[in-house]
């Protein structure tokens, strides 16, 4: 046994009679088979314990609390993994001043056993460095990364930290391309893939992403081979992201032999388990493979409770979503979290390089009065142009960008535009995505946008690159009177109902938020593109380009209606 886990074991112990009470949070969960004897043997059914979670982008304000909830499920299933499904880079302040490295501590303390890579733990190798962060992280990690779809070959930082052999024990601060760990006398073989679109929505440089079917299948094999009937995906693919690249359901269709995925990508709140029993082809699988999710920001940690029968195929299970905001701060997590949110406070008041020349309001009225959600603004409009002009670096089709009024929280002072500013302004954290719509379906999207007008609407949308009419007293689905795009020369062109156009929004309007269910139907097309970039830091990057920051409201969006 090794230390961490003797360390585990013993906290385990020490936990289990002062938090009795706890186990309501998960009593709906089969308690993991427990070993009798110490004579080996092989039991008719196996209960495989999980943890997960994923998508955490560098959110620690609330670790403390995370750690309480991990340390409870683990107090009364001693036995349960704990594995993180990717993007631990990106997205606060905490990343941008400690690169992973304040995360990395936190994910020692908590004792995971496996991570695999998301999109952003590529997000710094075009900077001179590389992917010398992403190398530091593996290094100092208490555990090792599952890896079957990556090849580090080329990056000089990484290729040493990976090994090309599955190994009898995995070694931590290692990358494999399959890790088999024994529970209660069971092998159980994992592995794990990252999107191929890493290489369009991050800057992986030098490092290459291979088919996730093509690999899966090889490390499934390679697994098998080894006598392992049962395996776990750890994957950031996507729940049901665009199917073009690569999904958590299209892997569980196409790859027989995976029992469990643990995923990530998405954000999806996967509040029950989700079982995939068809192929492909539509025709019932010979065994069935369970899919979970943990949506954010480590607001949740997924648990999972998997029963297996002697051939290793999934007899039963029952998973849920633990909050972690209902849990007691960690003392430990607490004191060690100080270190590092001092410095973030000191970092909030750090200047952007942007200046306002006046103060840009964030207007609310809950009747007819002047309001981000009912009217255009100047502040509305500097975000659309910042988020326009991000897009467009990735994507030169990109013509019009979209921002819910919701989304918008706060106001800009005049001055100095700070890192604070633009988090409070954007606290939510939503990613850029692009999308391709027909003009008709942009026209179903405005008439949403002001199916409230003159009263607040969180949905409606500030818009840049194009411009629009409508007649608030119309009837609703009717409203929309003109559309027109912004050409590169600065004139307009009404809108072709019968074109596509290519759109920048953020994901959470792109999946169908506020009601868009127009976008909700391109999404689940596959005609949505998530470009993973923070939109606060995205304003950001865009007021600290400007330099001087003077947006004006320029009849963007008019309510003909009041003329």
């Known amino acids: 046994m090794s230390v961490k886990q003797s360390f585990k ?23 993991p088979q427990q070993e009798t004897h110490k004579k080996k043997h092989h039991p008719r059914t196996f209960n495989l314990s999980l943890m997960h979670t994923n998508d955490t982008h560098a959110h620690l304000d609330n670790v403390a609390k995370r750690i309480t909830a991990i340390k409870e499920v683990r107090a009364e299933k001693p036995d349960a993994l704990l594995l993180d499904a990717g993007d631990v880079f990106s997205g606060t302040l905490y990343f941008n001043e400690f690169k992973g490295q304040a995360d990395l501590e936190f994910m020692n303390l908590a004792g995971y056993d496996l991570m695999t890579f998301g999109n952003h733990e590529f997000d710094l190798g075009s900077s001179p460095e ?6 530091n992280f593996v290094k ?5 990364f599952v890896s079957s779809n ?18 009898i024990k995995a070694k931590d601060s290692n990358i494999y391309p399959a890790v088999i760990k024994r529970v209660n006398h069971e092998r159980v073989g994992f592995i ?60 569980a269709k196409h790859v027989d032999g995976i029992d469990v995925i643990v995923g990530g990508h ?12 068809k192929d492909e082809n539509d025709k019932q699988k010979d065994a069935s493979t369970v899919i979970v999710q943990a949506y954010q920001y480590g607001d949740f940690l997924g648990t999972l409770d998997v029963q297996f029968n002697k051939k ?117 954290g939503n990613t850029l995505a692009t999308m391709k719509l027909t003009g008709a379906e942009i026209k179903t999207a405005l008439e949403h946008s002001v199916s409230q007008s003159p009263k607040e609407s969180g949905g409606f949308l500030h818009v840049s690159g194009m411009k629009f009419t409508y007649d608030s007293t119309k009837a609703v689905g009717s409203r929309v009177v003109s559309m027109e795009v912004k050409n590169p020369d600065g004139s307009y062109t009404t809108i072709d109902t019968a074109k596509e156009y290519v759109i920048a929004t953020n994901a959470f309007t792109a999946k169908g938020g506020d009601g868009f269910t127009v976008f909700k139907t391109a999404y689940e097309q596959g005609r949505v593109t998530d470009l993973g970039l923070s939109d606060w830091e ?21 309510d003909v209606a009041k003329k």
Do not use: C, W
């Not at 009795?20 to 308690?31: K, R």
């Not at 995205?538 to 008019?558: C, F, H, S, W």
């Open 192 to 251: 794990g893939l990252t999107t191929e679109e890493t290489a369009d929505i991050a800057s992986p440089e030098n490092v290459k992403f291979n088919n996730y079917i093509e690999s899966a299948q090889k490390a499934v094999k390679s697994l098998e081979r080894r006598g392992v009937n049962k395996i776990v995906a750890i994957t950031h693919l996507g729940y049901d992201d665009n199917p073009q690249y690569d999904n958590d359901l299209e892997l």
């Open 312 to 428: 290793g195929q999934v007899i039963g299970q029952t998973g849920k979503l633990i909050e972690v905001k209902t849990k007691t701060d960690d003392p430990e997590a607490t004191e060690l979290l100080k270190k590092y949110s001092s410095k973030i406070e000191e970092l909030k008041n750090t200047p952007t390089g942007g200046e306002a020349v006046n103060a840009l309001e964030n207007p609310r009225s809950s009747t007819d009065g002047p309001s981000v959600r009912s009217n255009e603004t100047e502040l509305g409009n500097l975000i659309t142009d910042g988020m326009l002009d991000k897009a467009k670096e990735l994507n030169p089709n990109v013509e019009i960008a979209l921002q819910n009024g919701g989304g918008i929280r706060a106001p800009i002072d005049a001055g100095p535009i700070t890192y604070g500013d633009v988090l409070t302004t954007l606290p939510f």
């Open 9 to 31: 074991r013993l906290l385990a112990s020490s936990l289990a009679v002062g938090l009795l009470s706890s186990q309501i949070a998960t009593a709906s969960y089969a308690a």
């Open 140 to 144: 100092k990690a208490d555990f090792p």
């Open 538 to 558: 995205n304003l950001r990057d865009y007021v600290a380009k400007l330099k001087t920051v003077d947006p004006k409201v320029e009849g963007r969006i008019v």
């Open 130 to 135: 590389g992917h010398q962060a992403l190398a």
């Open 266 to 277: 998405s954000h999806t709140t996967l509040a029950e388990p989700v079982i995939v029993d």
């Open 150 to 167: 990556v090849d580090f070959s080329e990056d000089a930082n990484m290729k040493e930290l990976t090994n090309k052999r599955i190994p």
